[in-house]
């Protein structure tokens, strides 16, 4: 079993930065890809950014790409994303996730994750 945990989260104006992390423990870690993916009050949870296992490949949803990027370090078993000139529209709880998976394939749809952590609040005020 595969246990993912998130921080990072908080409240920040519109225009700051915000840093979440992903610990993930419980199997090899690189043998993971891992996304993010956020769920707004009222709305479907929906794609945000993937990486694959060694982090060649990255994707990342049309609404944030240029400001999000995806990252991460298989030494410590973390994956992060780092999240810039956030917007209101960026509000909501974000999950990590991870889908064992071939080298190279990134997630590009919420239902391509096995493994999901309990999610972080990210609240951006304008």
């Known amino acids: 079993q595969v246990q993912l945990v998130e921080s990072g989260g908080g409240l920040v104006q519109a225009g700051g930065s915000l840093r979440l992390s992903c610990a993930v423990s419980?199997?090899?870690?690189?043998?993971?890809?891992m996304g993010w993916l956020r769920q707004a009050p009222g709305k479907e949870r929906q794609f945000v950014a993937a990486?694959?296992?060694?982090?060649?490949?990255?994707y990342y949803a049309t609404s944030v790409k240029g400001r999000f990027t995806i990252s991460r370090d298989n030494a410590k078993n973390t994956v992060y994303l780092q999240m810039n000139n956030l917007k209101p529209e960026d509000t909501a709880v974000y999950y990590c996730a991870a889908s064992a998976a071939r080298y190279g394939w990134v997630g590009r749809t919420t239902d391509a994750y096995e493994y999901w952590g309990q999610g972080t609040q990210v609240t951006v005020s304008s």
């Open positions: 419980g199997r090899t870690f690189s043998d993971y890809a």
């Open positions: 990486i694959s296992r060694n982090s060649a490949s990255t």
